[in-house]
Nanobody, 122 residues
């Protein structure tokens, strides 16, 4: 079992930055691929970014060049640095974990956190 807890969300003006954290506990964190997803009100959950155990990364086109995913295996934590935020980035952001990188990218995480709210004002 893996428990995931997100933090770092909040209210920020357009053009600002936030860094989200996802702390993992339980099984060996370094063996898991990790991903970030978001869900805005009235919309389906969408993929944001993923990172493999070897630190390969994948990003949604909508966040490329603005968001950066990283991981610190010593701290069992994955991060999402979000720059140049836009109002359309407003959503609940959740992290996910899975042994398979392709599963995380496809949104089929084995474990999910509760999410943290990000609100970007115009």
């Amino acid at each position: 079992q893996v428990q995931l807890v997100e933090s770092g969300g909040g209210l920020v003006q357009a053009g600002g930055s936030l860094r989200l954290s996802c702390a993992a506990s339980g099984r060996t964190f370094s063996n898991y691929a990790m991903g970030w997803f978001r869900q805005a009100p009235g919309k389906e959950r969408e993929f944001v970014a993923a990172i493999s155990w070897s630190r390969s990364t994948t990003y949604a086109d909508s966040v490329k060049g603005r968001f950066t995913i990283s991981r610190d295996n010593a701290k069992n934590t994955v991060y999402l640095q979000m720059n140049s935020l836009k109002p359309e980035d407003t959503a609940v952001y959740s992290c996910a974990a899975a042994p398979s990188y392709s599963s995380v990218v496809a949104g089929k995480g084995n474990y999910w956190g509760q999410g943290t709210q990000v609100t970007v004002s115009s």
